[in-house]
T-cell receptor, first 110, second 116 residues
Framework: DSGVTQTPKHLITATGQRVTLRCSPR?????VYWYQQSLDQGLQFLIQ???????AKGNILERFSAQQFPDLHSELNLSSLELGDSALYFC?????????FGPGTRLTVL | AQKVTQAQTEISVVEKEDVTLDCVYE???????LFWYKQPPSGELVFLIR??????QNEISGRYSWNFQKSTSSFNFTITASQVVDSAVYFC?????????????FGTGTRLQVFP
């Protein structure tokens, strides 16, 4: 158990819908990262937050957004979903340059 | 540009064989970190090791060992006496410490299948 929690574990929804993925980092970790793992794109960095502020952005679509709250948990919002958004979404948190990953949320868009 | 290459897409071995997973990286920075993660069939990403660019000592942890060679920009991972439980996808990753983020750049992964 990495100490990073993600909910829900599975999510099935339809095209055009909006979903929210939630992540709680390990106790004491200020950084939260979101990654997407898909068959065609592999494991890709989406976005990083540090203590509530956006720190870095990767290949994140404009339809996607994220935030980190004062209690340090983070949410990834995916809107206008398309079939190609089906993927495993990981959250990670880090202390001293070691990133520990949550179990992931498997999103299926039908 | 940062890049991680894992040229081996899939490797199959029989139990007790030794196996080496290759990882080649590209970066312009002098300070960086290299990682290996394991993704078993259950899907989670399990942290195995982090190595910084100034430490070229090889590391051994039980049946696992890592060989870091800056001269060839490689960070290879060897499993000795492989076991069925080692079957997983293994990812090599890179992060650059100098920038304001330590996001990970992953390779495409190597699927290891260990047969009994």
């Amino acid at each position: 158990d990495s100490g990073v929690t993600q909910t829900p574990k599975h999510l099935i929804t339809a095209t055009g819908q909006r979903v929210t993925l939630r992540c709680s980092p390990r106790s004491g970790d200020l950084s939260v990262y979101w990654y997407q793992q898909s068959l065609d794109q592999g494991l890709q960095f989406l976005i990083q937050y540090y203590n509530g502020e956006e720190r870095a952005k990767g290949n994140i679509l404009e339809r996607f957004s994220a935030q980190q709250f004062p209690d340090l948990h983070s949410e990834l919002n995916l809107s206008s979903l398309e079939l190609g958004d089906s993927a495993l979404y990981f959250c990670a948190s880090s202390g001293l340059n070691e990133q520990f990953f949550g179990p992931g949320t498997r999103l299926t868009v039908l | 540009a940062q890049k991680v290459t894992q040229a081996q897409t899939e490797i199959s071995v029989v139990e007790k064989e030794d196996v080496t997973l290759d990882c080649v990286y590209e970066t312009r920075d002098t300070t960086y970190y290299l990682f290996w993660y394991k993704q078993p069939p259950s899907g989670e990403l399990v942290f195995l090791i982090r190595r910084n660019s100034f430490d070229e000592q090889n590391e051994i942890s039980g049946r696992y060992s890592w060989n870091f060679q800056k001269s060839t920009s490689s960070f290879n991972f060897t499993i000795t006496a492989s076991q069925v439980v080692d079957s997983a996808v293994y990812f090599c990753a890179l992060s650059e410490a100098r920038r304001n983020t330590d996001k990970l750049i992953f390779g495409t992964g190597t699927r290891l299948q260990v047969f009994p």
